[in-house]
């Protein structure tokens, strides 16, 4: 047999299901394609200690060619994509050059949402997804005076606690009444903007950026719909991503916001799978969940490389997800959407977990420098194990227990 895996897209998820396809037992050949010139790197690090100069660059990246090349995996740097022949079994680069495939992976991630906004395209306004784009930051926060986020989400509210923490004067603009507000609680969202404030950040709600403002080609104020003006020589846009799955929709797969798949990473083309940011899961129950994490990431590139050979290893772990800010670490397991009870469990200073339960069953976890039970909290969710709210809330009880 002379079988070929092609994967479009060296991010965690790309690189996930190449591994992920020789530990599967897989001999034929895998070509990698990474659109970008860099080998498979993380990308948390980039709004957290790699901007706040506490991580070396050496240290962002997941695995360099050598590694690859040990395993027998082609790793192709600067190779874009630019078109799937489904009927032929291949894809075309942006070089002019094809490859034929036997299976084809796409993880082609996610890109950072610009709004259509005037004086978006001024020097000096930034998003961040790429190295490219952090190292550009890094650089911009050394000399800037006044920067804006725009968005009190996950990446903007990371940039802003480097900010503080590098000197720098910040005011993050958030069009909802409150931060995080699509993935966090209430209670959450009051709690880290506490933790904001009392670090100088200045934060505005209920606020729509209308425009940004510039002089000599380069930003110099934010407008909001309402006439405020906020003066500024760097602004973060920080209003989330739009997966890349435009390839996708051209060759004709199934797409809704993301490549649609199941939780085997399936596309509806049998040879064609996806992992990772370009893709939304449909659910059992017919829902479409997109998550953009790391760990779905990699769960979903082991399915789909398992599912390229045919075998069946659906993803079905608790979802989890981090954050960090200033001194805190935020960590999510399950998804809090629908609960009707949550009890706080506390945990010393400045740490302790929340509780959600919907029809008395525990679904997720929200942990503030609780890592143990972060841990706990995902076996006891992946165990569907529901400790009573009133057990959870009191921490002289030792939730280990149920476990055994
Ligand atoms: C600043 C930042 C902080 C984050 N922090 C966290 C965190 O704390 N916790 C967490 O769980 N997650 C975090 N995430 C999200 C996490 O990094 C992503 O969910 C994860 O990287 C997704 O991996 P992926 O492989 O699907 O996509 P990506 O990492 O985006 O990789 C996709 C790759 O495909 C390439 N590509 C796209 N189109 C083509 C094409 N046509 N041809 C060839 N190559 C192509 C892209 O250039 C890219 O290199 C963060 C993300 C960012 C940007």
Known sequence: MNERMVIVGAGQAGLQIAESLRAEGFDGSIELLAGEKSPPYQRPPLSKAWLQGDLPEER???RGA???AAKNIDLRLGAVVTEIDRAGKAVRLANGSSRTYSGLALATGARARRPALPGADLAGVCV??????AREISHRMDAATHLVVIGGGFIGL????TARKRGLPVIVIEALDRLMARAVTPRLSTFFADVHRARGVDLVFGAQVSALEGRDGAVSAVMTAAGRKFPADLVILGIGALPNDELAAAAGLEVARGIVVDSCGRTSDPHVVAAGDCTVFRRDDGKMLRLESVQNAVEQGKAAAAALLGHRKPFEAT?????DQY??????AGLS???DVCVERPGGEKAFSLFYYRDGRLIAVDSVNRPGEHLLARKLLDAGVSPDPALAADPANDLRI???
Request: glycine share 4%; hydrophobic share 60%.
């Open 402 to 404: 149920l476990l055994r």
């Open 319 to 323: 979802p989890w997800f981090w954050s």
């Open 128 to 133: 961040l997804r790429d190295m490219a784009d």
């Open 66 to 68: 050598e590694a690859l």
């Open 327 to 332: 001194e805190f670490k935020l960590q999510m």
């Open 337 to 339: 959407e629908g609960f």
């Open 60 to 62: 962002l990246f997941l």
């Open 158 to 161: 990371e940039v802003a606690a």
